[in-house]
């Protein structure tokens, strides 16, 4: 394993890559992942997209959930994987990042201009008016109207909601929007059957167009909106890198792979890297 971390540092070394990452570089930071190391999903079933606008059950069921998993969010911290990607990008040592997760801790890391195709947890936006909201603002309604639910504690789940029992749900009262009053209060992220923002997929695109190769770290890349990206990548002849503890939908595309916690060998590659770099000037 040590060799094969090794040929990654050597191929990162020679070009900037871009950086496509996933819920395994935020285990670390205590944010849980979708799937096993075998790639089957953990946990009960996704928001489907359709079934959140069309039911308000189901945005009733969400918004419970995510009031009591909001905790565990908003107090997870960037972990040594998140700042050697941003130590690197700073340097121009990677070119890019993209991400599919919904934390924002490439944000606070300090990662600049990250394209982040699921969207971000901490906006929230009103599907009637089109009102954007801070996550944060609209915790404080939830808590205001639910009191009840301040003090119960669960198991956080991917999605930043949390696993709660169903009959914490018979007298949840859900946000509206301040503005308009609709109760169609949606995060700002892209639920399972969603649309990647056409902002985000051409900057996507267009980072990969532009890049020399991509490094994958932490994701299965079950989401066809990453893995199409990987598969472009390969078509123009590009190298595809992955650090990851399961397999990915790429695997027969990879040059090399490297199984082991991204939070360990991420900053061993970037001193590396940095030191090298800092050597040749």
């Avoid at 205590?30 to 945005?59: C, E, K, L, N």
């Avoid at 565990?72 to 130590?87: C, F, K, R, S």
């Avoid at 190769?213 to 890349?221: D, F």
């Avoid at 199984?259 to 000037?281: D, K, N």
Wanted: a neutral charge; charged letters at 20%; one cysteine or more.
């Amino acid at each position: 394993m040590v060799e094969l971390a090794d040929d990654l540092y050597q191929q990162m070394a020679q070009a900037p890559y871009l950086v496509l990452t996933g819920a395994g570089i935020s285990t670390a930071s205590g944010i849980p992942d979708y799937r096993d190391s075998d790639g089957v999903r953990r946990g009960s079933a996704p928001i489907m997209h359709q079934d959140f606008i069309a039911s308000p059950a189901t945005r009733k069921r969400y918004w419970a959930r995510a009031m009591v998993g909001w905790r565990g969010v908003h107090q997870a911290t960037p972990n040594a994987a998140h700042q050697a990607l941003a130590a690197l990008q700073g340097q121009g040592l990677i070119s890019g990042v993209i991400t599919q997760n919904v934390d924002g801790l490439h944000d606070v890391a300090g990662s600049r201009n990250v394209v982040e195709l699921h969207g971000n947890l901490h906006r929230v936006v009103c599907l009637d008016c089109g009102m954007r909201l801070r996550r944060d603002d609209v915790q404080l309604l939830l808590e205001e109207q639910n009191p009840y639910l301040q003090d119960v504690h669960a198991v956080l789940a991917p999605d930043g909601d949390a696993q709660l029992a169903a009959r914490f749900l018979e007298a949840f009262h859900m946000p509206h929007c301040p503005c308009c009053g609709s109760d169609l209060l949606k995060p700002d992220v892209v639920f399972f059957g969603g649309g990647v923002e056409p902002e985000q997929a051409r900057a996507a695109w267009k980072a990969v167009e532009a890049a020399p190769g991509m490094l994958i770290v932490g994701t299965s890349l079950m989401a066809y909106s990453s893995f199409r990206l990987c598969q472009e990548m390969s078509r123009q002849g590009k190298r595809l890198l992955a650090i990851n503890m399961g397999r990915t939908r790429a695997d027969g595309l990879l040059s090399i792979k490297v199984t082991q916690p991204c939070e360990q060998v991420l900053p061993q590659i970037a001193q590396r890297l940095v030191q090298g770099s800092q050597s040749s000037t």
